[in-house]
């Protein structure tokens, strides 16, 4: 046996259910998913990988059998499987709002969360809503919803770094607003 035919690889293939209430549309790169709560789109490219639809799947393939590019075609899996789930099912952030020490009050208004009197400071802090996400307020628990789970946990994660605190001991100053449940997919 020559060495060449020792590094020859087979194809890898991996395949993925598309539920029947669920639309996918491929143009080149650009992936279209479209279901019951929604649109999502997610550009995913790689010049060795193909992706194409048959039938009630999805499959990713590439010719050539490497890490790198089996490495890739997860990846390309665990995000198309997000934006199946998205629009089928929202993905849900919970997270609390703990103030120990000043009473602080937190609002919605023109696609930020405003905190005032966070540590008596007199300027309210800021953090910014991304598109498509529902941000809602109930006593002291903020909900963010989207069908886009990298939109929803960038805003969720935006709120929490909205109260980071330096140069204090984070023992005795808890206040804060804090993640509590992450990217539930559940039915709301």
């Known amino acids: ?50 992706i194409k639809k048959e039938n009630n799947k999805l499959i990713l ?12 075609i997860k990846t390309f899996k665990a995000h198309l499987n997000n934006l199946i789930n998205g629009v089928t099912n929202p993905y849900v952030y919970q997270l609390k709002i703990c103030s120990g020490h000043f009473p ?10 405003i905190i005032k009197n966070f540590f008596a400071e007199k300027i309210p802090r800021e953090a910014k809503i991304l598109p498509n996400v529902e941000v809602n307020i109930n006593g002291d628990m903020i909900t963010v919803k989207s069908i886009d789970r990298e939109l ?4 969720a ?14 023992r005795v100053f808890m206040d804060g ?8 997919n559940l039915e709301v």
């Open 157 to 170: 994660s935006n709120i929490e770094q909205a109260c980071r605190i330096t140069n204090k001991d984070r």
């Open 152 to 155: 929803a946990g960038q805003t």
């Open 104 to 113: 602080m009050s937190v609002s919605v208004s023109n696609n930020k969360v």
């Open 177 to 184: 607003i804090y993640i509590t449940s992450k990217s539930e």
């Open 1 to 50: 046996m020559s060495t060449r035919e020792k590094t020859k690889k087979t194809v890898f293939r991996e395949e993925l259910n598309i539920p029947e209430n669920v639309e996918i549309n491929i143009s080149g790169s650009l992936i279209q998913v479209k279901g019951p709560k929604g649109n999502n789109e997610k550009r995913l490219a790689d010049p060795k990988i193909e």
């Open 61 to 72: 393939e590439s010719k050539s059998y490497v890490k790198k590019e089996k490495r890739v």
